[in-house]
């Protein structure tokens, strides 16, 4: 697709997706963007190859994949997208709407439950995940816990575990809890950027090399300041801990059977790769394409040379275990 097409698609709503929301049972509004199945002309396909449900990080928008989203609906995909819960277009969970928070991972497993089980009673299997790093945790978990039961997932830079600055998982979520305890745990874990001592113009270096990718992030948060979101609260960190710890625990990954690609750089400062080389190991029927310093931690947003080869190992995977009909 020519450069200047394809960032029309990464700063534009197209025509043919829908957006719109979907109620938890709590009553909660999440929002959600819809792709019928295309041809490489935009044209709308009678038989979907299946189904995807697309699945972003911490902090982010559903804005901000447009141009994958597009892509696998061009690949005869029905596709669609959510913003979790306190985040993106659905809503804050605190009153500060620059910081993120959960009260625990344990609600965005419940909300992608109950979303799973009604999106996939409404579109053409197979039906598969696609997701990133937050959101690529919360997919795991939501494995283990029999939350989804997908034909097969993809899983970018997933949070399995998070970077510890060289402490033990134990002694780093321990200091968590004491941080968390010191004050409010409400309170932004750190000023802003996405990790601890990390300014905001070093943000872009953290997520991807691709400096016109990570322009159209602050674009949206021009055109739609609403979806932007800072740093996480100190409960959030110390729930993130506990939840990476929780899938820790022998036994729980060994029992997932869904195909797994998972997609990984050693050049990644906000998840632990050395968690995802492991854990790839304990998941029966998994496979890992691993990066090195030319991809950050945002592959589905990374340069050319590194974006198309994610792609490329995702369709291959997919062609692979859910053969095109």
């Known amino acids: ?4 097409q394809t960032e029309t698609i990464r700063r534009a709503i197209p025509s043919y997706a829908h957006e719109g929301f979907w109620t938890a049972p709590d ?77 625990d991972f344990s ?18 299997g197979p039906h598969i995940v696609v997701a990133h790093s937050m959101g690529g945790h919360l997919v795991m978990r939501s494995l283990c816990e029999k939350a989804i039961d997908p034909d097969a997932v993809a899983l970018s830079a997933p949070m399995l575990g998070i970077q510890t600055m060289g402490l ?31 300014p905001l113009n070093a943000r872009a270096k953290i997520l991807t090399h691709d400096s016109q990718r990570y322009a159209d992030e602050l674009y949206w948060w021009h055109k739609r300041p609403e979806v932007r979101l800072g740093p996480p609260s100190w409960h959030w960190v110390e729930r993130a801990i506990a939840s990476t710890r929780q899938l820790n625990a022998p036994g729980v990954m060994e029992g997932v059977t869904v195909p797994i690609l998972l997609l990984a750089t050693t050049a990644d400062h906000l998840v632990d790769t050395k968690r995802v ?26 340069a050319d040379p590194v974006r198309d ?8 995977f997919l062609d692979r275990n859910v053969p095109k009909p």
């Open 1 to 4: 697709m020519p450069e200047a």
């Open 27 to 103: 009553g909660w509004r999440i929002r959600r963007i819809d792709w019928a199945a295309l041809n490489d002309d935009g044209e709308g396909l009678s038989e979907p190859r299946g189904s995807m449900l697309f699945l972003p990080g911490r902090g982010d928008h559903y804005e901000k994949y447009l141009e994958t989203l597009d892509h696998f609906a061009r690949s005869g995909w029905q596709v669609t997208a959510i913003d979790w819960r306190g985040q993106g277009g659905s809503g804050r969970l605190l009153g500060d709407p620059h910081i993120g928070h959960v009260d």
């Open 309 to 316: 080869k994610c792609i490329a190992a995702i369709e291959n």
């Open 277 to 302: 080389i492991r854990d790839a190991k304990r998941l029966p029927n998994s496979e890992l394409v691993l990066f090195g310093n030319e991809a950050a931690h945002e592959l589905l947003r990374e």
């Open 107 to 124: 609600t965005w497993v419940s909300d992608l439950g109950a979303f799973w089980r009604e999106w996939k009673a409404k579109g053409p």
């Open 168 to 198: 033990p998982y134990a002694m780093h979520h321990a200091v968590a809890k004491l941080l968390r305890a010191l004050g409010n745990p409400e309170r932004a874990a750190w000023k802003e950027g996405e990790k601890p001592g990390s």
